[in-house]
């Protein structure tokens, strides 16, 4: 099955290219643009979709800076 | 003295780090696919870009065959000192505690720094005077050191914190200044700063050597000992 | 041969052809070439891999001399530094790739240098860049260039372990829709490990290494080299190639391991124009045929066309010729180091290139065809009536004081510290680099002996638009006074003629006198040109770029423990300035572009005799330790040369140039063969016997003061810290 998993900054860690691109809007005419974390997706095919979870905690994921979800 | 280098895909300040290490002993590569660490006395994981960086610096790398034997070393007492990819390599694989985000800056930074030695009573920094500064350089893009509160109040008690930048010379947003932190039995070190590339004056600086020599002091010492 | 696609009018025209040279093709294979060969031809036989616009003119220039191992027509050229060792490099553009897409334009010409090099077996161990952008202050679009060219060339250099010791960065309008991006790399080798690029040994085989083949960059060498750029940049995007640095770094460790083990019997890598030249060019110099299957060759999307593998842009891969008897010697090493490894083909004699997928023959040229009988055309160069381009905007009051011009000078886009840059370039991995960016004119690599190497690489854009001829050898003069500086003489250069659309006479006109002034010093300095590339059709919508030869340089100096500074150093030491005593010249200079004054027709005069001999003498004071500082005064003139010896050492000085008729031009004027030097009394004294040294001053204090009777310029330190640090970096945040 093919599977998502979205990785983003923990809550409270800064995020200096999430800064950076919130920096960016409003130079482009973009107002009201706050709070942006820029993280990565991981998409793959999995045979064990409950593989998925320690997949994140071991390697696609760092639970000291990073949270992640799971998306089906 | 006979210390390990790992070389991983992608490790690029292997080979210096063998110069340096050599300045002080005898030095060898280590084959990251291998797990036999030829009867070192002491590891250095190096700088570079070990498997790209790529998904996180560091995160792969930490399952190769060799971080397992490196990791069995480690908790054997074996010194283990990680230089910059090598720091990232170690906090990974759960040698050290904390993790190394991005600059804030966001920009890769080559820079002469000054350290200030925090512990001096260190396996690698015995050498060196207390409060001692360090010129030594810095080259990275993912060296900003963080670690929970609680966990920094426990290093600090512990004297886990071993070098920090000189104060106003923060080059990356660094928790506390940090640069450099060693493990809770003291064996094994990471450093954001590259010694290696501060162990000739005629390129820089030689404070680097501290680190090296250190190290072989305390293996010495270890084996007189014995 | 299988049916195939008509070569139409149309698609010779699209890739590049003209009528009369697609009657040529047809006239030399005897029958229309199918899609494929067309696709092949067509590459070929374009500017950037057939120089048909410059071959005839790049004769001119030296290419022999006692130092030369390797010469023009291999990937790199090769120098001997003494110790059975060879200092192989090369400078290359990756103009109109960065243009389109500048982080990963910038990052793949700085992997396409590396290649080059280690293609020939050396061991890369420095990068040094030379880059053209529009002006900073008011163009969005050439920051977001110069940051994410710099952003690229970084992510490669130092994720793959080079270090990137120099470089240099000027910002011109007319670079504003054609920057540059020359990326130039050295390497070092055992002199008898230097390898070829011939193939030899029909029944050998071919073996493709590195990255699997994609659809990155096809059309690239012919569409995107060879034609001005338009507002249809966007379409052009998916085209554009991917650097892996990791890749790279995996390929070079593997490619210098089978060198070592004598595995290979030619190597050549895969760059413009991919699998078609790497493979002809190869067949060529060994007077040899190929045949390859494409059905072997390792592909990253289903459903490549014959014609996509062939012309594929995909970075990271090299092409070895392997005896029978090594290939599973040769597999085994590229399965250690990780990197995808596959034979495609083999050696045969008799001269022609066949591709085959499996059984089916797609392509069947002759080897000569291809590589070596491409029409070459003359130019018809014509002075242009008049400068074809626009004064610069004034930035500055006419009547600004002294104090206030030296200020605007060092905080202006072309003086003020690279510091921003530089600094995120690794500059010194490999353990070797001994003066870093800002404390030489030029970077210093230590080698095993107690000697070193001395890098520079430098142009003048808009002085050779001025004068192409006097422009051209003062960017030499400059390149081999920077090494001087360093304490080095050279042993070699190469070259990158970034030019415009050479069809057009001013432009050819341009590149003839800039050849023949770059022939001409070269000779008098007695430099080899060992290798070098071209980049023609520089232009945006608003015209040519200024012609812009950029030379990069290496020297040897014997002790590296010596290696100059430009900083000054002590504080009483004498401060003296060295150089023929013509009078400096504003005409071309930093200030006159400040002050917005149209381009003069003409550059200050100098005599070449009077200027090499300075440079060989500040090379000997070096060397000899009569001085413990010396920079050459270049774009900014006297009065910036000095505030950079200042702020280098991070003392002051108290200078006093005498009496002047014109101070500005005393201060501020430009031309080649003039330094700062700073030393003991009896070390300068010792100088003064070698060549003409004007004494003018003292090292000391936080401050810089220049007497100019009756004038006076005095800054603090600071003052002039201030500005130079900030000029750059107000445009990087």
Redesign the interface.
């Known amino acids: 099955m093919r599977a998502r998993v979205l990785v983003r900054p923990k809550a409270g860690i800064l995020d200096p290219q999430g800064k950076a691109v919130e920096r960016a809007l409003p130079a482009l005419g973009f107002e009201g643009a706050t709070n942006v974390r820029v993280g990565r997706l991981v998409e793959l095919d999995v045979a064990d979709p409950g593989d998925l979870p320690a997949m994140c905690e071991k390697l696609l994921a760092n639970p000291l800076i990073e949270d992640y979800e799971i998306v089906a | 003295m006979k210390t390990g280098i790992v070389r991983f895909p992608g490790s690029c300040d292997e080979v210096d780090a063998l110069e340096a290490a050599s300045r002080v002993g005898e030095a060898v590569l280590l084959w990251h696919a291998d797990r036999d660490l030829q009867g070192v006395d002491a590891v250095v994981v190096p700088g570079g870009f070990s498997y790209g960086d790529y998904l996180r610096p560091g995160a792969i790398a930490r399952f190769s065959p060799v971080m397992e034997a490196v990791a069995a070393f480690a908790a054997e007492g074996g010194l283990v000192l990680g230089i910059c990819n090598g720091f990232q390599v170690l906090c990974e694989a759960g040698l050290l505690p904390g993790a190394l985000l991005p600059n804030t800056g966001l920009r890769f930074v080559c820079r002469q720094v000054e350290c200030v030695v925090v512990n001096e009573r260190t396996p690698f920094t015995r050498g060196c005077g207390a409060a001692e500064r360090l010129s030594v350089p810095i080259k990275h893009t993912t060296g900003r050191y963080h670690a929970p509160e609680v966990v920094l109040e426990g290093m600090e008690a512990h004297g886990q914190i071993v070098l920090r930048y000189a104060p106003g010379r923060n080059p990356n947003g660094s928790e506390r200044d940090i640069a450099g932190v060693c493990s809770e039995q003291g064996n094994v070190l990471g450093l954001m700063p590259h010694p290696e590339h501060a162990v000739d004056v005629l390129r820089g600086s030689d404070d680097g050597l501290r680190l090296f020599a250190s190290m072989r002091e305390h293996v010495d010492a270890a084996r007189a000992v014995a | 041969m299988s049916p195939s696609p008509t070569a139409t009018r149309a698609a010779y025209r699209e890739l590049g052809l003209t009528d009369s040279e697609y009657e040529l093709i047809c006239a030399k294979l005897g029958r229309e070439p199918n899609g494929v060969e067309l696709a092949m031809f067509s590459l070929m036989w374009s500017e950037h891999c057939a120089y048909k616009h410059s071959r005839k003119l790049l004769g001119r220039l030296p290419t022999e001399g006692r130092h030369v191992v390797m010469g023009p027509g291999e990937n790199a050229g090769a120098v001997d530094v003494g110790g059975d060792l060879a200092v192989a490099f090369k400078v290359e553009s990756h103009n109109h790739p960065s243009a389109v897409e500048p982080f990963q334009g910038a990052a793949t010409g700085v992997g396409g240098i590396l290649r080059d090099v280690f293609a020939i077996g050396a061991r890369p161990i420095a990068v040094l860049d030379s880059l053209r952008f529009g002006e900073p202050a008011a163009s969005a679009r050439s920051r977001f260039l110069l940051d994410r060219a710099v952003?690229g060339i970084?992510?490669y250099g130092?994720?793959?372990?080079v270090p990137t010791v120099g470089g240099e960065v000027y910002f011109e309008a007319p670079y504003e829709q054609n920057c540059l991006v020359n990326a130039m790399c050295v390497g070092v080798a055992p002199r008898e490990r230097l390898v070829r690029s011939a193939a030899a040994g029909p029944g050998n085989v071919l073996v493709l290494m590195g990255a699997s083949t994609g659809r990155d960059g096809i059309g690239g060498a012919s569409v995107l080299a060879s034609a001005e750029l338009d507002e249809a940049d966007e379409a052009k995007r998916p085209s554009v190639q991917i650097g892996?640095?990791?890749?790279e770094?995996?390929l070079l460790e593997c490619c210098l391991e089978l060198l070592e083990r004598g595995a290979l019997v030619a190597l050549q890598d895969l760059g413009a124009a991919g699998l078609t030249s790497s493979s002809a060019e190869m067949a060529s110099k060994g007077g040899v045929g190929l045949e390859i299957d494409l059905a072997r060759v390792p592909v990253r999307e289903p459903g490549m066309e014959p014609f996509e593998i062939m012309v594929s842009e995909s970075q990271e891969r090299m092409l070895g010729v392997v005896e029978p008897a090594r290939v599973d010697e040769v597999m085994a090493v590229c399965a250690r180091?990780?990197v995808g490894a596959a034979a495609i083909g083999e050696v045969t004699s008799g001269g022609r290139l066949r591709v085959r997928r499996g059984d089916e023959v797609v392509g069947d040229l002759p080897v000569a065809a291809l590589v070596d009988e491409c029409p070459l055309y003359d130019l018809a160069p014509e002075p242009p009536a008049s400068s074809p381009y626009p004064a610069p905007a004034a930035t500055l009051d006419e009547d600004a004081s002294l104090r206030d011009v030296l200020l605007a000078l060092l905080a202006s886009p072309n003086l003020a510290s690279r510091r921003p840059l530089?600094?995120?370039?690794?500059?010194?991995?490999?353990?070797?680099?001994?003066r870093?960016p800002a404390q030489s004119d030029a970077a210093v690599l230590?080698l095993p002996d107690a000697g070193g190497l001395a890098l520079s690489i430098d142009g003048n854009g808009r002085r050779v638009a001025c004068d192409p001829y006097r422009g051209t050898v003062e960017a030499v003069l400059e390149c081999a006074a920077n090494l001087a500086c360093a304490g080095a003489e050279p042993l070699g250069l190469t070259n990158c003629l970034n030019f415009g659309n050479p069809e057009k006479p001013h432009i050819a006109w341009q590149l003839e006198r800039a050849v023949a002034g770059m022939a001409d010093v070269c000779r008098a300095l007695d430099v080899p040109v060992v290798g070098g590339n071209v980049s023609l059709y520089n232009e945006g919508v608003e015209g040519p770029i200024d012609p812009t030869p950029v030379v990069g340089m290496v020297g040897r100096l014997p002790d590296?423990?010596r290696a100059g500074r430009l900083g000054f150093v002590r504080e009483g030491d004498g401060v003296a300035l060295v150089g023929p005593p013509y009078p400096p010249s504003l005409a071309g200079s930093e200030l006159a572009k400040l002050r917005g004054e149209p381009l003069p027709d003409h550059l200050g005069e100098w005599d070449l005799e009077a200027v090499i001999d300075a440079i060989a003498a500040v090379a000997e004071a070096v060397r000899e330790g009569w001085v413990v500082s010396a920079h050459d005064v270049a774009e900014g003139g006297l009065a910036v040369a000095l505030a950079e010896c200042c702020l280098g050492g991070g003392i002051g000085a108290q200078i006093d140039t005498g009496r002047a008729d014109d101070p500005l031009a005393l201060l501020f004027g430009e031309g080649p063969g003039r330094f700062v030097v700073s030393g003991s009394a009896d070390g300068l004294e010792a100088l003064s016997r070698r060549v003409e040294v004007l004494p003018c001053g003292t090292v000391g204090g936080q401050r810089l003061s220049i007497g100019v009777e009756p004038a006076q310029v005095d800054v603090l330190l600071d003052d002039l810290r201030q500005v130079h640090e900030g000029g750059l970096a107000a445009f990087m945040a």
């Open positions: 952003a970084g992510h130092n994720s793959i372990g892996d640095p990791f890749e770094k995996k180091w990780e530089f600094e995120r370039y690794d500059c010194l991995v490999q353990s070797r680099t001994v870093r230590a590296v423990a």
